[in-house]
């Protein structure tokens, strides 16, 4: 995690996601590379898959804000992006609009790996990539997904968290 989901990184992702504002996710990947370099722990993945959105919330938006995060992180790192490995099942309601009792639940089975995942992901340290993390339901289904497929660590790369609920 690069920081807080507080001003101005709030208004920041609202603008990349709802504002079109694609010129941000350079700025933002720039946060979470800097936020990598920090960490003591620092063994970095050996790819990055950013979170799919479901088909209805990408032709709604028309791009996938983690995966604009994603491109630019990819060519700061050096670690490969993982394009088109995994996928959302379902359209899901957003996590962020639903209570904490109904996160889980809403996003459960939602994500497989495609094909091509499914062989990728085997002994690999995958790094997950996101704009903001609630509760952390979604990402903990996905590396729950990742490590059934073979992963051997998933590190959450995630751009900011929402303050704790």
Known sequence: MATDYVAP???LIL???FGHRL???PLLARLLHD???QRQDASLPDILIPVPLGQQR???R?????LE???PLSRATGIALGIRLLERTRDTAMQAQLPLKERHRNIRHAFVPTIKGEQVFRNRHIGLVDDVCTSGNTLNEIAGVLKRYGATRVTNLIVARTPAQ
């Open 69 to 71: 995060i994603a491109r």
């Open 23 to 25: 010129a941000i996710a």
């Open 15 to 17: 603008a990349l996601k």
């Open 9 to 11: 990184v709030d208004q």
């Open 35 to 37: 936020a990598m370099l």
């Open 58 to 60: 990408l032709r709604e």
């Open 62 to 66: 028309g791009f996938n804000q983690a």
